[in-house]
């Protein structure tokens, strides 16, 4: 199962960190990422990497705002957002795969496993 927390409301140019902890141990396979839902759209994707650290991979919207991170002992990946925009305003989801196809990474359907969400709005 997968536990995210950390969204909040903050102002345009604001930061966050979310956070997404497992409570099953993470092999080195594994592939945990983030996405996002804002109302009236489809689930997109913000950011991917594989747990031991050798691939991460961003949507383009996101680049150079935010980071993807893990805590080895805490089996928890973080995703750091900086510079928000209002236009970052979801509902964020932390997913996970143990037998993700790298080229399927931005794919919502390539996934298995899915926290419940947590809310960030961004206001101007």
């Known amino acids: 199962q997968l536990q995210a927390s950390g969204g909040g409301l903050v102002q345009a140019g604001g930061s966050l960190r979310l956070s997404c902890t497992s409570s099953?141990?993470?092999?080195?396979?594994?592939?945990m990422g983030w996405f996002r839902q804002a109302p009236g759209k489809e689930r997109e994707f913000v950011a991917t990497?594989?747990?031991?650290?050798?691939?991460?991979y961003y949507s383009d919207s996101v680049k150079g705002r935010f980071t993807i991170s893990r805590d080895n002992a805490k089996n928890t990946v973080y995703l750091q957002m900086n510079s928000l925009k209002p236009e970052d305003t979801a509902v964020y989801y932390c997913?996970?795969?143990?037998?993700?196809?790298?080229?399927?990474?931005?794919?919502?359907?390539?996934?298995?496993?899915w926290g419940q969400g947590t809310q960030v709005t961004v206001s101007s």
């Open positions: 997913a996970a795969d143990s037998h993700l196809i790298v080229s399927e990474y931005a794919n919502a359907r390539s996934y298995d496993y």
């Open positions: 099953a141990r993470t092999q080195s396979r594994w592939y």
């Open positions: 990497f594989r747990w031991n650290g050798g691939y991460s």
